[in-house]
């Protein structure tokens, strides 16, 4: 994703993504696989030539769970480097669910005590609680300074999906998904008096991922995925249940049919149903928010806020045009 900053925030110049499964295999081997690496490579290097066409001036390129995890991930990182020229950086889970807040904050209820942010990813989940009770009008990117507590779980999209299967997904394997990513969560605890801010009515969730999107997309009935009709739609706690036994007894054939699955998510939509329903059972908020926004976005407002760009414009100070150049 590339961007140049705006007076309230940054407008997107470019932006470019591909499902490439790169821990495809990792949790049953600790091993990045030959056909996994191509994939991504492949992908980095369209990266690359869209970096060097728009002229990018400031960067900030990260890999997640699959690296951490896999024993060949340093060697994947020096490949990286040498066949497309981007030098990848290993952020830690803290950093993870930082980023990931930064990315979504803007979309967090102005009136909201408390958000339960997670990002459903392939290889882990993140679950951040931000306790607004005192944030004295804090909005946007100010919100990462209220993150009470987070949990990374080594639990994704991918490796449950690997383990009990994500094509033809009985009620007694989804329920099992349930199981297995409950038993991850069990271990934690998001901070003493959640449940009681919770039980206020002010405390809603917000959810990052493909898993969110999609059940946003099913419910709007889209004929094709419109990021502008989801980023931001709310779900109540029913409309999300409905859209889980929607897609829990939607045969495989059917969600590769479905213009917001498709063929690259159909084996593994049901498997981060599974990772969000097991959260929502931890949890019950009574409203969803969907976010199509997340880590790149975070990137970006860290970097921007890091280079000044709106306390400049907010003092009245004119910029350069170097600090006005793109951001990725």
């Known amino acids: 994703m590339i961007a140049r900053p705006e007076d309230r925030g940054f407008r997107v110049v470019d932006a470019y993504s591909r499902i490439v499964r790169l821990g495809e295999g990792v949790g049953s081997n600790r091993m990045l696989s030959d056909a996994a690496m191509e994939r991504a490579i492949d992908a980095l290097a369209q990266c690359h030539r869209k970096l060097a066409d728009r002229g990018v001036a400031r960067s900030r390129l990260i890999a997640t769970e ?131 801010a919770i039980a206020s009515g002010r405390v809603h969730m917000l959810g990052t991922s493909g898993t969110v999107t999609t059940l946003a997309g099913v419910h709007l009935g889209l004929k094709r995925y419109d990021r502008r009709r989801v980023d931001g739609t709310w779900l109540e706690d029913g409309d999300v249940s409905r859209m889980i036994d929607q897609l829990r007894d939607m045969p495989y054939e059917a969600r590769v049919d479905n213009p917001c699955i498709g063929a690259d998510r159909a084996d593994l939509v049901l498997a981060g149903c599974a990772i969000l329903e097991a959260i929502r059972r931890r949890w019950s908020c009574s409203r969803l928010r969907v976010a199509d926004r997340g880590l790149r976005e975070g990137i970006l407002t860290e970097l921007m806020a890091a280079d000044g760009v709106w306390s400049h414009r907010k003092n009245g100070s004119r910029h350069n045009r170097g600090r006005q150049g793109n951001r990725t």
Do not use: Q
Request: some cysteine; hydrophobic content about 45%.
């Open 66 to 196: 699959a690296c951490r995890a896999a024993e060949n991930g340093a060697d994947f990182i020096e490949r990286v480097k040498a066949e497309t020229g981007l030098a990848l950086e290993v952020v830690n889970r803290e950093t993870e669910a930082r980023l990931a807040v930064a990315g979504c904050a803007s979309l967090v209820d102005h009136d909201a005590d408390g958000v339960i942010l997670f990002d459903i990813g392939g290889g882990s989940s993140e679950i951040v609680w931000l306790d607004l009770r005192n944030r004295c009008g804090a909005r946007g990117y100010a919100l990462t300074r209220f993150i009470r507590s987070w949990i990374s779980l080594p639990v994704g999209v991918v490796n449950l999906a690997e383990r009990h299967g994500g094509v033809h997904v009985t009620p007694d394997i989804f329920e099992a998904m349930i199981e297995d990513a409950a038993e991850h969560l069990a271990a934690f605890n998001l901070a003493n008096n959640l449940t009681e």
